[in-house]
């Protein structure tokens, strides 16, 4: 009567989706739950209906103080609340397990409007850093440089991206609000995830920081007008706000799959029926799927991102590099800052989604082959078998959308290519003796754009790129620069 969980035939050995059912009365834990050592008995279902399906998740506090409910959206609200304010992600959330995207909603009317005012600023500032790039009769290095403020806009192009995926999303809190259930059907309390305080320090302090980035890049570089500063300055948020709200999902997959594998182990001191196994199999489970679901809700934003972060880091590490042989200055600052700055995030960007998906599968095996089967019955060594095969059929990695798995390998890969072009770029500074300033600036941009193809390829075509060798032909003479 108490156990809730339909347990599939014998040959089914992998679950991919495992939802919290809800069959008969007093269905609020599992049988072997260590919740019923406190006989707790809470039916948070629906008994006027024929279905037997619960109530609103919103409505199981209420009935028991152990359980409580939005404690993964509770943790990312801080950051959730920047991002709504800015215009991104307008879904509506009324309560648990109920989130939604919705075109009708006021908050994409807010987001909508938001972002076509913000567009027509870009557009105004763009307008203007083209006429200072097809004005540049100077170095090479120096229309680099320009075409730097002109890159630096692109992040515009991810608002309507993640509308386009604002319906993955909601689904994933969803599912996470589910998972939350299935969790305290098995343990008897909810998830304690405890982030709030760091999420809240992160929403405070990355926008400061990022503001404090570019009014220094205004003060340090020539022709940066003041007006210029707002939308480079929200634009500048949105990414950096983007990359805190992957780094406090993957540290929540982190820390929920430490806390289920200690949860788990202890429950294999006092085991008896085999069935407890087949629960905490259930919630591994739910646990590797939301991991997948992750990369798969956000992979077109976060693959255009590292793309963006990637061309960011190559041309202003280049520009730093060429001003450097005429010594540090003061221009010079904006540049270090903005590189620093992006590989920092970069790189926390791929570090938390491989320590993720290691803590959910790696980490999680580890504990399963230390388990002592000896002392078990056969059934319980039987599921435990089961739980070893599903976590090898499982993958839990990050991967957007098939294109590449967000990991350490990536970041390396980037970096790694990254050197290749700046090795391009200081050969073909040297190899030009003369131009002129329209006809160096159609070099950079042919050589931009070989640098788009080449990197989308590369990330595309395996986890770890390879370098490929590029051959950069050399102008002819009639090109060449005056002075």
Not at 198 to 203: D, R, V
Not at 387 to 408: K, L, Y
Not at 425 to 441: A, E, H, R, V, Y
Request: net charge positive.
């Amino acid at each position: 009567m108490f156990n809730s969980y339909n347990r599939r035939k014998k040959h089914d050995t992998v679950f991919l989706n495992v939802k919290p059912t809800f069959n008969g009365q007093n269905s609020g834990l599992r049988k072997y739950s260590t919740g019923l050592l406190d006989k707790e008995d809470i039916p948070y279902y629906n008994t006027n209906s024929s279905q037997g399906s619960r109530a609103s998740v919103g409505t199981i506090t209420t009935l028991n103080e152990n359980f409580r409910p939005n404690v993964f959206y509770n943790n990312i609200a801080p950051i959730q609340w920047f991002l709504h304010i800015i215009g991104v992600l307008p879904i509506t959330r009324r309560a648990a397990g109920k989130a939604k995207f919705r075109l009708n909603s006021i908050a994409f009317g807010y987001s909508l409007v938001f972002f076509v005012l913000l567009a027509i600023y870009v557009f105004y500032v763009a307008k203007n850093r083209i006429k200072i790039v097809t004005s540049l009769s100077g170095p090479f290095e120096e229309a680099v440089i320009a075409y730097l403020f002109l890159v630096n806009i692109l992040p515009l192009l991810m608002v309507p991206i993640l509308w386009w995926e604002a319906r993955k999303i909601a689904k994933l809190w969803n599912d996470w609000d589910e998972f939350e259930i299935l969790y305290y059907q098995i343990s008897g309390h909810s998830v304690p995830l405890n982030l709030f305080r760091k999420t809240t320090m992160i929403a405070v302090v990355l926008p400061v920081l990022s503001i404090l980035s570019v009014v220094i890049t205004h003060i340090t570089m020539a022709d940066f007008q003041f007006i210029q500063v707002i939308p480079y300055c929200i634009l500048d948020n949105l990414t950096a706000m983007l990359g805190a709200w992957w780094f406090i999902i993957c540290e929540s997959l982190s820390m929920t799959a430490n806390i289920l594998g200690e949860r788990f182990q202890r429950a294999l001191r006092h085991i008896g029926p085999a069935a407890m196994v087949a629960d905490y199999r259930a919630l591994w489970l739910r646990l590797s799927k939301l991991t997948r679901d992750i990369g798969n809700a956000t992979c077109y934003t976060f693959t255009f991102l590292n793309l963006y972060l990637f061309f960011i880091i190559t041309l202003s590490v280049y520009g730093l590099m060429s001003q450097l042989s005429e010594g540090f200055g003061i221009k010079d600052i904006g540049l270090a800052i903005t590189a620093i700055w992006n590989v920092f995030l970069l790189f926390y960007i791929c570090d938390k989604a491989h320590y993720a998906s290691f803590n959910v599968r790696t980490n999680f095996q580890k504990k399963l082959l230390m388990v002592e089967l000896n002392w078990m019955n056969s059934d319980a060594q039987t599921e435990i078998n089961m739980f070893i095969r599903a976590t090898e059929m499982n993958p839990s990695n990050i991967n957007c959308g098939g294109f590449f798995d967000v990991n350490r390998n990536l970041f390396k890969g980037l970096l790694t290519t990254m050197v290749t072009y700046l090795v391009v770029l200081l050969q073909f500074q040297i190899s030009i003796p003369s131009d002129s300033g329209k006809q160096m600036n159609v070099s950079v941009a042919e050589l931009v754009t070989d640098m788009f193809v080449e990197t989308t390829e590369l990330t595309s075509t395996s986890t770890t790129p390879t370098i490929k060798t590029t051959t950069t032909k050399m102008p002819p003479s009639a090109r060449g620069r005056k002075g």
